[in-house]
């Protein structure tokens, strides 16, 4: 049995694959997204999900949160490539720099904000298993940064209720 290729289609934004299959992409040129709250990142993806598999870079700027402050139902795995931020890792913040990485089983409570001089890239993969269930913690670590909800919430509209989604964007790496 052979896999076919994915062809690559040049987006304003990068580089983006088309159907299933392998492919191979440089990661300043894979078409990116950007948001002015959470920050960038390249997920890879194009019009198919990787099958069990959550792959992504996300470039924060210092002070920048790449999401809001959760737990899920699956298993993750960060390494910083570039950079320095804030793990808030059940309401413990733990500076991390280029090299560290971040081992979180399912129901481990998070947020990156990025910290230091410059931008901070970190490589973050994670399992997808369905049904994926997902809580908002209210968290006095996430909040004194920007990074958390008022509110308890299992619902990712109601924590993410009034924030712009994300637009496409080619993104400046730090690496």
Known sequence: MSVPEA?????????????????????????GMRSEKFGGAVRFEG????????????????????CYYHRE?????????EGECIAIVEEQERRMRRGDFLYAPPGTAHVFVGAGDGPCAILMVGTRVMPEQVGYPVSEAALRHGAGVTEETADP????????RPEPAQLELPL
């Open 47 to 66: 019009d198919a999900e990787f099958e069990g598999l959550g792959i992504n870079v996300r470039v924060l700027e210092p002070g920048q949160p790449n």
């Open 157 to 164: 509209q109601q924590a993410y209720a009034g924030i712009p």
């Open 7 to 31: 062809p690559l289609e040049q987006t304003p934004e990068g580089l983006l694959p088309r159907g299933g299959g392998w492919f191979v992409v440089n990661l300043a040129d894979a078409r």
């Open 73 to 81: 139902s699956q298993t993750e795995a960060f390494l910083v490539l």
